[in-house]
């Protein structure tokens, strides 16, 4: 397991134990976090598991693949550190992770 704290837009902090080997955004969906809806379940079809990656875990979660980075397109308000959640598998070096919502889903 890994912990991940999803902070929401409001600056509510809830931590959960992510399953080693699936990804942060079936991690918020298995765990009833707000903020990630996820219409297209994790096949990169679409922007609605928008998060932001705190600073500290950047290169950690590496960067966008080019699909990932057109779907971003059409996210709200994207930021030098948005991911699609669905695109960052939960591996043990992600223990800690921190991300944030965005004010709403595009």
Known sequence: MAKITYIDAGGIARPVDGEIGSTVMETAIKNGVPG???????????STCHVYVDEAWREKTGEPSPMEEDMLDFAF???PN??????IKVTE????????TPERQA
């Open 36 to 46: 990630i809806e996820a219409e297209c379940g994790g096949a990169c079809a679409c």
């Open 82 to 87: 948005s991911r699609l959640s669905c695109q």
């Open 93 to 100: 070096a992600l223990d800690g992770l921190v991300v944030t």
């Open 77 to 79: 308000d994207v930021k």
